[in-house]
């Protein structure tokens, strides 16, 4: 499942400089996480890296983007394929 940002977000950056699949983007007023490009780190790290380094504690799964292991290692190959 895709990872997202809650409103406690403090707009640190750390997370967007982590972020191997360049899914996190600065937004007003919190930074955001493309579905689309989330793989929760899958084909990069063994966990996601954004979620290591939040210093709130704000990134979560997203309920509304629910997908399996294999769906997000399908999706890292896909975009890997784009490059």
Not at 15 to 29: V, W
């Amino acid at each position: 499942m895709a990872l997202m940002i809650k409103d406690e977000c403090i707009a640190c950056d750390a997370c967007r400089e982590e972020c191997p699949g360049e899914a996190i983007e600065e937004n007003d007023p919190v930074y955001i996480i493309d579905p689309d490009r989330c793989t929760e780190c899958v084909g990069f790290f063994d966990e996601p890296q954004c979620i290591a380094v939040c210093p709130v504690d704000c990134i979560v799964p997203d309920p509304d983007n629910v997908e399996s292991a294999d769906e997000l290692k399908f999706k890292f190959e896909q975009l890997q394929s784009e490059l």
